[in-house]
């Protein structure tokens, strides 16, 4: 998307109210999203491992990464403004939910970087099926630090305030990142050092891979889902919650009654699509090998990962459906979330 100079000169002056708080703070009802705040379009070296354990292995693709950015109302190098790093679901970048966001987020001084992982790898696939076999959780993983690496370079960004907000498909890739086994390989692979993620936002993310080496990196995580959703198990997604406790992370789980998956989404709905998961069931091993619960196949390159998911993935669908009162509330969670994130200390 091209970066339109005027326009977002013009956007930026319009939200003057945020640009004067010196450390941004997430009001409880968030500013509509200037219109014309375009974003810039950044290319970011990145690569494509396709499971956790080929995250900076010698054999690994490079990709360039691309970047939707949206500068921080207000943040100068000697006033730096924290980020927040979006990752797209299945069904690709939204403008009603990633861009959405992302320009609310600037209006109010903070960064945001969306990520869209599928882009950066149309050699591989374009379909929506070929994507979710050819484009795994783990190519997005290495562009969320790539992009991390890219803020941490900017003046103007605190690179020890940058949360990981992911949706659905990207959802579980910000669990994944969590993970500190997966964070120290993706770290090493990108020059981060000790620099990680300050938050974890997963939406709407499928509970249906674990851990065998529970540690995290100690960020606190945000899980929320609607009732409704029937793509998620909460007896799972409680569990994995559990889990991410015992490894280090401070976890707190909202569910929305009646709320549907993607409530902040395109379609009105509610629409019935996809194919249920309840099927699978997927173990990170310490060697951080993906593989199936119980007889323990490893997934290795597409073949695998196809098989895998043929043998669980569901013949039925799930409900999907826009619900902006949802929304205003999944807001103001995400709000006291990153307020908490961005104000704790560093180091």
């Not at 200037?34 to 010698?58: E, I, K, N, Y």
């Amino acid at each position: 998307m091209p970066f339109r100079l005027r326009a977002s000169i013009f956007a930026l002056a319009a939200v003057a109210p945020f640009a004067a708080l010196a450390s941004p703070t997430v009001p409880e009802r968030w500013p509509d999203a200037p219109p014309a705040m375009a974003g810039q379009a950044v290319t970011v070296p990145s690569s494509s491992p396709f499971v956790p354990r080929d995250l900076g292995g010698p054999q690994v693709p490079d990709a360039q990464a691309q970047v939707t950015w949206f500068p921080p109302a207000g943040a100068t190098p000697g006033r730096k403004a924290p980020a927040v790093v979006l990752l797209h679901g299945s069904g690709g970048v939204l403008d009603a939910r990633e861009l959405t966001y992302g320009r609310q987020l600037a209006a109010m001084g903070i960064g945001a970087a969306v990520v869209d992982v599928f882009a950066a790898r149309r050699d591989l696939a374009t379909s929506f099926v070929d994507r979710i076999i050819e484009i795994t959780e783990t190519m997005a993983i290495a562009d969320a630090y790539a992009t991390l690496a890219w803020l941490k370079a900017r003046p103007e960004i605190d690179a020890d305030r940058v949360a990981l907000w992911g949706f659905s498909y990207g959802a579980m890739s910000s669990i994944f990142a969590a993970n500190a086994g997966i964070a120290d390989r993706a770290a090493g692979r990108f020059g981060l050092g000790p620099t990680r993620f300050a938050g974890h936002v997963a939406f709407y993310g499928p509970c249906i891979t674990t851990f065998d080496d529970e540690r995290t990196t100690g960020a606190p995580v945000l899980m929320a889902w609607g009732d409704g959703d029937e793509l998620m198990n909460p007896v799972r997604c409680n569990a994995l919650a559990d889990e991410l406790r015992a490894g280090g992370s401070a976890v707190r789980t909202v569910v929305y009654p009646g709320a549907y998956h993607q409530w902040d989404g395109n379609w009105a709905g509610p629409r019935r699509i996809g194919r249920l998961l309840d099927g699978c069931g997927f173990r990170v091993d310490n060697d951080l090998v993906v593989r199936t619960d119980g007889i323990g196949v490893p997934m290795t390159n597409p073949f695998t990962r196809k098989l895998m998911l043929a043998l669980c993935v569901g013949s039925e669908g799930y409900l999907m459906g826009r619900d902006d009162a949802v929304r205003e509330r999944s807001n103001q969670e995400v709000g006291n979330f990153l307020n908490s994130v961005f104000a704790r200390p560093r180091g």
